[in-house]
Each structure stands twice: as structure tokens, then as C-alpha cells.
């Protein structure tokens, strides 16, 4: 019995110890986030959530970090935006890849991604603003930037020469969004367009 007990005892004073840890690091991480060191939480919370955190913790520095992310997301989303505005197209592709990166799913992610492939077209990365741009014309939650993806995607297609994928993008414009302020442009490139090739 007495061996029991000690066990016990030494299992009681583990778990003591690295909840004590547990806390120490969590107390060090609230101050990070109280500090607005955002990087550095960024960093530190794939660490911090692997640990033995309580269920409140856990729901409090999860959220902390996604409104981190967020913000984060915006700046660069932003930054990209003013690179853009100048014509510092790398920049801006740079700008909003980590904008993704900080968060893929924010309310202004379709914009990044549309802003992203624009600033890839720029670049002559045509290739890789195509995907990008399917992807948003198809599906995105947001319809303002459904109808430009259309567009831009018409442009990047008619860029590298794909003629057949260009017309029926021109097409799909036209009856998707009839009443577009582009749709009387889309008109006369695709008449251009089915008149050459």
C-alpha cells in the first residue's frame, strides 16, 4: 500500500509540474498577444496548442490567434494593394500570397485571390493566375469579384493564346452577367476574337 501511495503521490506531483509548465507558457503566450507581437503568436501558437491547455484556454487563445491572423491578413491584403497601386507588381503578388497565408478564408480572401492573379497577369504568370481565377469565377461567395475573374481570366486565356477556352469564357461572361458595365467590351473582343480564329 505504502508503494501505491507513493506512486500515486509522484504521479500527482508530475501532473503538478507540467501543469505548472503548461500555465508558465500560456501566461508567456497572453503576454505576447497582450503586447500585439503578432508574428511572434503566430510562431508560437503551432507549440502552445499542442500542449495540455484547458478547455478555456484553449477557446480563448484560438480565437485570439484567428483575430490575429485576421488582421494580419488585412494588412498585407492592404500593403499588397498599395504595391499594386504603384505598379510594384512582385511586391504585391508577395503581399497578398502572405495574405492567404495568414488566413484563406477570410470575407476578403475572393479579393486577395483576384488581386493576386491581376498582379500574376502583370508578371506574364498567366499560367498561374488561370487556376486562380477559375476557381473565383465558379465559386466565389463573393459576386462582385465573380463577374472581374471572368474577365481577367478572358484576358489571361487570349494573353497566352487559347483560343477556344477564351471564347467560351467570353461567352460564359456574357450570359452570366449581362448587365456588367465590361459586357459591351466583352462583346467586341469576342467578335475580334471568333473573326480571327
Known amino acids: 500500500a505504502y508503494e501505491r501511495i507513493s506512486r500515486e503521490l509522484r504521479e500527482v506531483q508530475k501532473r503538478d509540474e507540467e501543469r505548472a509548465k ?8 497572453y503576454e ?3 503586447q500585439g507581437r503578432h508574428a511572434d503568436v503566430i ?3 503551432e507549440t502552445l496548442k499542442k500542449e495540455p491547455l484547458t478547455k478555456a484556454e484553449l477557446l480563448f487563445f484560438t480565437d485570439a490567434v484567428e483575430r490575429v491572423r485576421s ?13 499594386a497601386r504603384v505598379g510594384r507588381y512582385h511586391d504585391a503578388a508577395q503581399s497578398f500570397e502572405e495574405s492567404l497565408r495568414f488566413k484563406d478564408d477570410a470575407t476578403h480572401s475572393p479579393a486577395v485571390r483576384y488581386q493576386l492573379a491581376d498582379a500574376y497577369r502583370r508578371l506574364g504568370r498567366q499560367r498561374e493566375a488561370i487556376p486562380i481565377l477559375m476557381q473565383i469565377s465558379e465559386s466565389s461567395p463573393d459576386k462582385e469579384v ?3 475573374a471572368t474577365y481577367l481570366l478572358a484576358q489571361c486565356l487570349l494573353d497566352i493564346q487559347a483560343w477556344s477556352d477564351a471564347k467560351n469564357t467570353l461567352r460564359s461572361f456574357l450570359r452570366r452577367f449581362p448587365d456588367s458595365p465590361l ?4 462583346r467586341l473582343q469576342l467578335a ?3 473573326q480571327r480564329h
Open 146 to 148: 465573380m463577374d472581374d
Open 43 to 45: 510562431e508560437q501558437w
Open 32 to 34: 505576447l498577444l497582450r
Open 183 to 186: 459586357a459591351s467590351s466583352v
Open 22 to 29: 503548461t500555465e508558465a507558457r500560456a501566461a508567456a503566450f
Open 71 to 83: 488582421e494580419l491578413a488585412i494588412a498585407s491584403y492592404h500593403q499588397g494593394l498599395e504595391h
Open 192 to 194: 475580334e476574337v471568333n
